[in-house]
T-cell receptor, first 117, second 109 residues
Framework: GAVVSQHPSWVICKSGTSVKIECRSLDFQATTMFWYRQFPKQSLMLMATSNEGSKATYEQGVEKDKFLINHASLTLSTLTVTSAHPEDSSFYIC?????????????FGEGSWLTVV | QKEVEQDPGPLSVPEGAIVSLNCTYSNSAFQYFMWYRQYSRKGPELLMY??SSGNKEDGRFTAQVDKSSKYISLFIRDSQPSDSATYLC?????????WGAGTKLIIKP
């Protein structure tokens, strides 16, 4: 099946710094990628939808200046958490939309654990 | 009312039992139905996807869609402790993906 790779799988950063997370579709071109965050024991929360070559669409309540999303190519989207704070510590997951004849199948990356200290 | 309803559980069953996980939905425009499994501290893993009403089988897993009732199910036969995870349903209509809250499943040895 299709593979989506996310890097890094975990990262620790100091408060006030920025950290970038990469999401790559390895064997298909993804015109649309999604970014989620998940707090412990809660369901996935969609943060933004990223379309290649255009600005990301952010969900209500998600600060676009804090969570910078870039989808520069059909196989790569990046999420940059700027001026990170401890409350940004979470599990961040990306997914990529793989179009098929009967619809779109979404494949997920392995997720990235961010800890801000 | 949420567009997709899924009981968060936890659902605890003994090893070897048949497990039934369900989601209901309200939007008749949904066309594409998926089930994901998520182990703790891991990203969700696609288990099965279906497009039309009916059953789709893959090993011990069977996905069932009833569009007339707006109801989908995932059945797990001969459940194993390794099946213990959170199972999420997701539905797609024209690039809009809507998620259930996930059901936590515990298989007791």
């Amino acid at each position: 099946g299709a593979v989506v790779s996310q890097h890094p799988s975990w990262v620790i950063c100091k408060s006030g710094t920025s950290v970038k997370i990469e999401c790559r579709s390895l064997d298909f071109q993804a015109t649309t990628m999604f970014w989620y965050r998940q707090f412990p024991k809660q369901s996935l929360m969609l943060m933004a939808t990223s379309n290649e070559g255009s600005k990301a669409t952010y969900e209500q309540g998600v600060e676009k200046d804090k969570f910078l999303i870039n989808h520069a190519s059909l196989t790569l989207s990046t999420l940059t958490v700027t001026s990170a704070h401890p409350e940004d510590s979470s599990f961040y997951i990306c997914s990529a939309s793989h179009p098929t004849d009967s619809g779109n199948t979404i494949y997920f990356g392995e997720g990235s654990w961010l800890t801000v200290v | 009312q949420k567009e997709v309803e899924q009981d968060p559980g936890p659902l605890s069953v003994p090893e070897g039992a048949i497990v039934s996980l369900n989601c209901t939905y309200s939007n008749s425009a949904f066309q594409y139905f998926m089930w994901y499994r998520q182990y703790s501290r891991k990203g969700p893993e696609l288990l099965m996807y279906t497009y039309s009403s009916g059953n789709k089988e893959d090993g011990r897993f069977t996905a069932q869609v009833d569009k007339s009732s707006k109801y989908i199910s995932l059945f797990i036969r001969d459940s194993q402790p390794s099946d213990s995870a959170t199972y999420l349903c997701a539905m797609d209509s024209n690039y809009q993906l809507i998620w259930g809250a996930g059901t936590k499943l515990i298989i007791k040895p």
